[in-house]
C-alpha cells in the first residue's frame, strides 16, 4: 500500500504517554486473511501507529474494496 | 444458480431477441443494424451487414420481395419502412465489393441443376464452405428468368454477380442436357449430391416421386427427394424465399455429405415470432418518404430520410425507469450472466459485487417488464448465496445490520399490553424507522389509536428483520422473525398494525398467518385526530408511493382517500402506485453504494415540481435528504406545531435515528408505564460538542456519536493516543468491532470537541 505521500502534517503529532515525536516506521496491515507491510507514522518507543487521514479514505479504502471482491 | 437456472434467467430477458423485421426474414437478415448504418450514413457498413447473409447480395438486394415489412413496428405508427426499397437503394448506391472467407477444400463435388435464385444460392454457400460445384443449365444464359421478371435486374450487375461466383470457383455448364432420367443417375455417380433448382429447372422425364400437381415431392424441413442424394426446393414464387430455399437445402447438403445430424441446431430457421417487445409510447406516427423517382429507386439523401424513420426496436422497458439499471451499461440478461460468473471466480475481482448489491429490490423492472424479469429476485439469490459462501463484502450491509441489532436490543425493543390491560385486541408496531425519524408521532398515534379503540392496543417496538432480508442474511432474517413472533405469542396473538410498508410485506409475505393491517387502513376506519395540519398546506402535493407498496393497491387507495379527507390537493407522479419507484433506501442501496442512492432519490425528486407527500418515513428522509421538499402523511394528520413547515425538515442523521429510538422508548416506558431504564454504558453519558459540518460529515462516514464516545473514554482510560503541540488536540482510534475509528479531539469544561472523525475497516498492528 505505498503512498506518495510523506505524511509531514501527521509526524508532528507525538505519542501521549511516551511524550515522543513520530517516525515513519514498518506497519503491518491485515483485512480478510491478507495481510502486507507499509510505512506509517509511529511511536519509535512503545509502537503505536497513528494512521493518517488522508490514507484511511483514499489508498486503504480502495485496497479494502479490492480485497472483499477478490 | 447453476447453468440451467441462468439459462432460463437469460432466456426471459428479451433485449437481444431480434426486431419482427429480422425475424420475419426467411434468411433473417439483420434489417435492425442495415438500417442503423444508413441512418448514420455508413452505406459501405450498411451494403457489409446485407452480403453477410444475403447471398449473392447484389443480385437479391435488388429483387428482394421483403415480406419483413407486414411485420414492421413502424406500421403501428405510420407506414412499415420501406425495406425492400433501401436494400436496393443500398446495391444501388455503393460500389459492390464481396468480402467473402472460402473454407478449405472438402474433397466433395455437388451439381446444381438451373440458374433460378434457389440454385445460385446452393452454389454461393457451398463453394464457400469448399464444396467444388457444377451448375447445369439446359439454356444458353444463365439466370435469364430472373432478369426477364425483374426490372430492378439488368443484366450487368447479374453478370457481376455470376463472375464472382465464378471467382469463388464455381463451374457453370450451359446447354445442359439435363431433361433425362440418365443425366440424373449420371450426375449421382460422379456427384456427393444434386440440387434441382425448381425455380428454374424441372424435368418429367425424371423418375422422382410427385405430388398432385405434378411438382417434384420435397421433404419438408430437409428437401431431400425421394431418390438420397439428390434434394431441391425453391418452387416458391417470392425472391427472397426461394434463397431461403437455397439456403436450407445448401445445409441439408453439406449435413448429408458429411453425414452429420440433418435437424441439429436449426429450429429457428425460417420466419418465426419474435418476442421483442418495442414500446411506441411517445412515438408520433410517420408516413413513409416518397421517391422522387420511383423508377430509379431512392436517391442516397431519401434513403437516409426513410432509414430515420426506423424505430431502431428494442426493449429495454425496465432500463428506461430504473437508474440502476441504467448505471451498469447493460440490462438483465447480461446481467444474469455477470451474476452467474461472479459467483465462479476463484481468482481475481469479483467485478458484479456491487451490481449485485445496488440493486434497490424494488421490483419495477418486474412490473414494467413484458415478461416480468425480476432483478430484484436475482440479486437476493446472489445476495444469499454469497453470504452462505462467505463472500459478501463485510462493508456491504454491516452498518445496516449493525442498526437492526440495535433496534432488536434493550436499547429499543418493547413489548406491552396497554397500560393495566390483560390482553391487546391490536397490536401497534410503528417499525424502526418512523421511530428513528419522528418519534412524537409515534407517540401521537399510539395515543391516538387507544383513544379510539378503547385502550386495547397493545405496543411492540423492534425490527421486522427486512436489513437482514435485503442483505440475504436469510438465518439472521429468520431469527428476526421468531423473536418478533415470540413477543407477539406472548402478547395473545393480537392483530397487528403496521406504520410501515416494508414491515407490512415482511409479515405478510413470510408471517401469512399474522393479521396485519396498515395503519393508514385504521386510521380510516377509527377516523382521524381533530387538529390537523391540511389547511395550512398551499398547493398541491405529489404522491410518492412506497416500493413496498408496489403490490398493495388497497392501501394506496386507503392513503388517497386519507388525503382526500384532509382536503390536501394531490397529483399523481408519471411513475406511481403499481410502477413507482424506490427512494434509494430500499435493499440497503445506500448502504452497499450511496452515490447510487443519491442519483436514483435525485431523479426521483425531479419527477414534480410539487412537493411530495411519502407515507414511508425512509421515503420521506431519503427524499429530503436528495433536497425535494416531502412531508410525511402524519405530519398532516399529526402536525408538530415546533416544525412549521415540515416538509423542509432535515433527514435526522445515524446517530441522531437511534437516539430517537432510544429516547422514545425511554418516554413511553415513563410516560405511560411509569417505569425508569437505566441509560446503558457509561460512555454515553460523555457530553460531546461537535460543530454541524463536522457533524453532517461524520454521519457521512457512517460514524456514530457512539464511537466517538466510546473511543474518546478508551483514550482517556490510558489508552493510546497522540497529541499535536501546536493546537492541544489528541488523536485517538478505537476498534470495537470490524471497523477502527479515529477521533480528533479537546477537552471542555463539560466533556469534550469532536474535530474530526475517519475510519477504516483495515487492522494496523506493529511491525
Known sequence: MKSENNWTDELTWRCAACDRPLELGQVTVTYMDNSFTTE??????????????????GKMAEVEKILEDK | MDKNELRQWEQRCIQEEPPACTAACPIHVDVRTFIGHLQQGRWDQAW????????????????????????????????????????????????????????????????????????????????????????????????????NQHRTLDTASVAAELDQLEKLGVSFETGAALHSQSFLDDCLRRYDALYIGLDGVASPEWTLERDRSGTIRVETGSHATSRSGIFAGG??????????????????IDRFAQNVSMTAGRDREG?????????????????????????????????????????????????????????????????????????????????????????????????????????????????????????????AHEFALE??????????????????????????????????????????????????????????????????????????????LMQWEQQWEALGRPELIVACSTCHRMFRDHRPEVPVQSIWETLEKVGLPGNRAAGS????????????????????????????????????LPLSRETTECCGFGGLMQNANPDMAREVVQRRGALSPDDFVAYCAMCRDSLAAGGK???????????????????????????????NRARLKERLLEQIWGETISMGPDHRSIALKIAPEVQSRIDERRILIEDLQQTIALAEAGGPKFRHPATGRYKAAGRPCHVTFWVEYAPTSDGFEVFDAYCHRMEVGGP
Not at chain 2, 418452387?235 to 441439408?252: L, N, P, Y
Not at chain 2, 402535493?541 to 384532509?566: E, F, S, W
Request: charge should be neutral; glycine fraction near 8%.
Open chain 2, 271 to 395: 420466419p418465426y415470432e419474435s418476442r421483442l417487445y418495442t414500446s411506441l409510447e411517445g412515438v408520433a406516427p410517420l408516413p413513409a418518404v416518397p421517391m422522387a423517382h420511383a423508377d430509379q429507386g431512392y436517391s442516397k439523401a431519401e434513403a437516409a430520410d426513410e432509414a430515420s424513420r426506423c424505430l431502431m426496436c428494442q426493449c429495454l422497458e425496465c432500463v428506461k425507469v430504473c437508474p440502476y439499471l441504467e448505471h451498469f451499461g447493460a440490462y438483465p440478461r447480461k446481467y444474469a450472466r455477470e451474476i452467474y460468473n461472479n459467483a465462479s471466480i476463484v481468482m481475481g475481482s469479483r467485478s458484479a459485487n456491487l451490481l449485485i448489491n445496488s440493486c434497490s429490490l424494488c421490483a419495477l423492472c418486474e412490473s414494467v417488464c413484458p415478461e416480468d424479469f425480476a432483478m430484484q429476485e436475482l440479486c437476493l439469490q446472489a445476495r444469499r448465496s454469497m453470504v452462505a459462501r462467505g463472500k459478501m463484502p463485510p462493508s
Open chain 2, 48 to 147: 457489409q451487414t446485407l452480403a453477410r447473409i444475403m447471398p449473392l447480395a447484389g443480385l437479391l438486394g435488388r429483387i428482394c420481395d421483403a415480406p419483413c415489412q407486414a411485420l414492421c413496428k413502424r406500421n403501428e405508427a405510420g407506414d412499415a419502412i420501406r425495406i425492400g426499397d433501401l436494400e436496393q437503394a443500398c446495391v444501388n448506391h455503393v460500389e459492390i465489393i464481396y468480402r467473402v472467407t472460402k473454407l478449405p477444400s472438402k474433397g466433395k463435388q455437388i451439381a446444381v441443376l438451373g440458374s433460378g435464385l434457389s440454385s445460385l444460392t446452393v452454389a454461393w454457400d457451398l463453394v464457400r464452405k469448399g464444396y467444388g460445384i457444377t451448375l447445369f443449365e439446359p439454356g444458353e444464359t444463365l439466370a435469364v428468368s430472373l432478369t
Open chain 1, 40 to 57: 506509517m507514522p509511529r511511536c519509535a518507543q512503545c509502537g503505536s501507529v497513528l494512521v493518517p487521514e488522508a490514507l484511511a479514505l
Open chain 2, 537 to 572: 398546506i398551499q398547493g398541491t402535493l405529489a404522491i410518492h408511493d412506497p416500493c413496498t407498496t408496489r403490490d398493495m393497491p388497497g392501501i394506496q387507495a386507503t392513503v388517497r382517500r386519507l388525503l382526500g379527507r384532509l382536503g390536501v390537493a394531490v397529483s399523481e
Open chain 2, 235 to 252: 418452387a416458391v414464387f417470392s425472391t427472397i424465399w426461394q434463397a431461403a430455399h437455397g439456403r436450407w437445402a445448401a445445409t441439408d
Open chain 2, 629 to 659: 421538499r416531502t412531508l410525511h402523511l402524519l405530519d398532516l394528520i399529526f402536525p408538530e406545531p415546533r416544525t412549521p413547515d415540515p416538509a423542509d425538515r432535515p433527514k435526522p442523521g445515524w446517530s441522531r435515528r437511534r437516539e
Open chain 2, 403 to 480: 442498526d437492526m441489532a440495535f433496534s432488536q436490543g434493550d436499547d429499543f425493543s418493547l413489548a406491552r399490553h396497554a397500560p393495566g390491560m390483560e390482553r391487546s385486541s391490536h397490536l401497534f408496531f410503528p417499525g424502526c424507522q418512523l421511530s428513528a425519524s419522528a418519534p412524537g408521532q409515534v407517540e401521537a398515534l399510539y395515543d391516538h389509536l387507544n383513544r379510539s379503540m378503547d385502550g386495547s392496543v397493545g405496543l411492540m417496538l423492534g425490527c421486522c428483520g427486512a436489513p437482514a432480508f435485503w442483505a440475504g442474511h436469510a438465518e439472521k432474517f429468520d431469527e428476526a
